[in-house]
């Protein structure tokens, strides 16, 4: 099985910083990865797939990059909004697999 | 639009089962499959298995094989998560999002993939 590490599993920002989370693949899985955002008793909100393809109607400050196995999401100023937990998601192989989550705190 | 319609709350005791039913609308149920995530309360998302709309067939998350059971009733356009033997660490809300038909996936088609969600359904599990 694939372990998706994701770090940091909380951080606390101020509004308009860079904000970087980070995740980790155990092996090799090219671009099938996707980002999610969940807010307290929401349903998880993709925000990428495909490592870098932005979700449309999500803001342009949410970005992701990576290959293989080391995948970053990048807000780049961060907004009061954006309080929330964030997830990976390997889409690589069976059986799929989230990172640990990150909770972001403004 | 895509919807995914699930069923309601559930109060079930250790042991007993469960079946979460998730009602598909919008696009054509036997080109995308169905796969079932859950969360614990306060925990992270939990991957539990996948079943395509296309053939039923299904693969199942490791710790929960052979307690669980994923269906499809094509005709109402409708899957199902059947978990038995339920434990308090069942409790959880359980999410069905929408995924491919087939077990290998094409870069090009996770577009398409875990961008619509059910709305969740709360399992408790207590005596």
């Known amino acids: 099985d694939i372990q998706m590490t994701q770090s940091p599993s909380a951080m606390s920002a101020s509004v308009g910083d860079r904000v970087t989370i980070t995740c980790r693949a155990s092996q090799g899985i090219s671009n099938y990865l996707a980002w999610f955002q969940q807010k307290p008793g929401e349903v998880p909100k993709r925000l990428i797939y495909a490592a870098s393809t932005l979700q449309s109607g999500v803001p342009s400050r949410f970005s992701g990059s990576g290959s293989g196995t080391e995948f970053t999401l990048t807000i780049s100023s961060l907004q009061p909004d954006d309080s929330a937990t964030y997830y990976c998601?390997?889409?690589?192989?069976?059986?799929?697999?989230f990172g640990g989550g990150t909770k972001v705190e403004t | 639009q895509v919807q995914l319609v699930q069923s309601g709350a559930e109060v079930k005791k250790p042991g007993a089962s469960v079946k979460v039913s998730c009602k598909a609308s919008?696009?054509?149920?036997?080109?995308?499959?169905i796969s079932w995530v859950r969360q614990a309360p306060g925990q992270g998302l939990e991957w539990m298995g996948w079943i395509s709309g296309y053939n039923g067939n299904t693969n199942y998350a490791q710790q929960i094989q052979g307690r669980v059971t994923m269906t499809t009733d094509t005709s109402t356009r409708t899957a199902y998560m059947e978990l038995r033997s339920l434990r308090s660490d069942d409790t959880a809300v359980y999410y069905c999002a929408r995924d491919g038909a087939d077990i290998v996936v094409v870069l090009e088609g996770t577009s398409e993939y875990f961008h619509h969600w059910g709305q969740g359904t709360l399992v408790t599990v207590s005596s």
């Open positions: 919008g696009y054509s149920f036997s080109s995308y499959g």
């Open positions: 998601l390997q889409q690589f192989s069976h059986p799929l697999t």
